[in-house]
């Protein structure tokens, strides 16, 4: 079925050029020049998408916004608002009122795209969540009572238990397929062959799903990747890893955007509204912990910026680190904008970004973690060796400390060498 997209605006100039270029991605689109006619009109016709322009007379955009945001029926249709300023204030309370997102005018047709394409797309991928979610509730409904039943009938006990095993098959391809989703939102590794002389991954979720990742992106001569830590693990870090990589795609649409800091300030932004985080207690906390990296292919100077994420350079046997600014990305007590770091990289340089994962693990023998200090130790000694050899040597050692113990957590390192 096409998606079907409203546009509010009062400039007849701005709906023709929207108009065309929606239909032309391949949706549906529909208008209407004044805010007060929207309530109305989505009484009578129902939208995946609102293209809501801020400034109109009469009722203004922010207004028609708080208005059908507090309408539980239309709550949860997701608005970009439009507007030609770029008025902090005013986005940020187009944001606290829950508007997914903003595009500036003059109208840029690739920014309208892919922001139109990554909400709906985010719509879509929470609609069939929640969809299986209500299946799979309702089966697990019907399988509790039949338990019940069960316990004076022997006969039904046996039913339910067949039902319960059904049940977890359900539950766990479900899972399966949500890990098919995230796997084909990680990057191909032919992007790091292409640009880097070696490179190893290791990726090893905790659970089927994972709330680690790593990303990547080139624009022309510019290469920009990261890797993150997402609170949690299983379905819920997936959840908050596909938002971090969809709001890395957004973010870097165009080369002079992609500087590390103000990316991961963009990003925090998003993420405490998309969450609805103010940092009261018993309110959503759930963030992430990212090492972003921006390499000029020509001229191999590196900006980085990260949040708890550290990144690790060896050159000529010596290691050097650029350490990130002690807060998260989401809501945080003592908030502060994160920092830009550049450095000139060199020929044989090699670089590492991981998660705590590994350094977190508990060992069979001693009980305790492995301790940062003794994965620095380690990346001493393999990191002049062949990148096969390292990801043999990390992947061996891993399993040897940690014996017959559970995985604690989800693991991601990424090595380069230029």
């Known amino acids: 079925m096409t998606n079907k997209i409203l546009i509010v605006d009062d400039e007849r100039s701005v709906i023709l050029q929207v108009k065309t270029l929606i239909d032309s991605f391949g949706y549906k689109s529909f208008y209407i020049p004044r805010a007060q006619f929207l309530i109305k009109r989505l009484e009578s016709e129902s939208f995946d998408l609102i293209l809501l322009d801020i400034n109109m007379p009469g009722i203004s955009g922010i207004d028609a916004l708080k208005m059908l945001k507090s309408n539980p ?3 949860n249709i997701p608005v970009i608002m439009m507007t030609g300023e770029t ?26 795209k892919a922001r139109v394409k990554s909400v709906i797309d985010k719509q879509e991928y929470l609609k069939e969540i929640f969809a299986k979610n209500e299946e799979l509730t309702a089966q697990s409904e019907e399988i509790n009572k039949q338990k019940n039943i069960a316990v004076a009938k022997s006969e039904e006990l046996v039913k339910s238990e067949h039902k319960i095993k059904i049940a977890h098959e359900n539950i766990k391809a479900s899972i399966n397929y949500a890990c098919k989703i995230q ?33 990547a992106k080139k624009i022309n001569n510019t290469f920009i990747y990261a890797v993150a830590d997402c609170t949690g693990h299983g379905v819920p870090g997936a959840f908050v890893s596909m938002l971090g990589m969809s709001l890395l795609n957004e973010m870097t649409i165009k080369e002079e955007d992609c500087i590390p800091s103000i990316i991961l300030n963009d990003m925090r932004m998003a993420i405490k509204t998309s969450l609805k985080q103010t940092g009261k207690e018993k309110k959503s906390k759930e963030g992430m912990d990212v090492a972003l ?27 050097k680190i650029l350490k990130a600014d002690r807060q998260p990305i989401g809501v ?52 002049s ?34």
């Open 293 to 319: 990296c921006v390499i000029n292919l020509n001229n191999l100077q590196l900006q980085f910026s990260g949040a708890y994420n550290s990144l690790y350079i060896f050159r000529d046997n010596e290691l």
């Open 87 to 112: 008025n902090a204030k005013s986005l940020e309370e187009c944001f606290n009122y829950g508007a997914s997102d903003y595009i500036t005018k003059p109208i840029n047709e690739l920014v309208l």
């Open 332 to 383: 945080y007590t003592k908030e502060h904008d994160f920092s830009n770091q550049n450095f000139q990289l060199q020929k044989n340089d090699v670089l590492y970004s991981f998660s705590d994962g590994y350094i977190d693990q508990f060992g069979e023998k001693t009980k305790r973690k492995f301790m940062k200090k003794n994965f620095e130790k380690l990346l001493f000694e393999i990191h």
């Open 73 to 75: 029926k239309f709550t």
């Open 183 to 215: 796997t084909a939102m990680l990057p191909d590794e032919a992007i790091f062959e292409n640009q880097f002389s070696e490179h190893c991954i290791i990726f090893k979720p905790r659970d089927i799903v994972s709330g680690d990742f790593y990303w």
């Open 385 to 418: 060796l062949p990148m096969k050899e390292q990801k043999q040597i990390l992947e061996e050692r891993y399993y040897q400390w940690k014996g017959n113990l559970k995985q604690l957590d989800d693991i991601v390192i990424l090595c380069l060498k230029i």
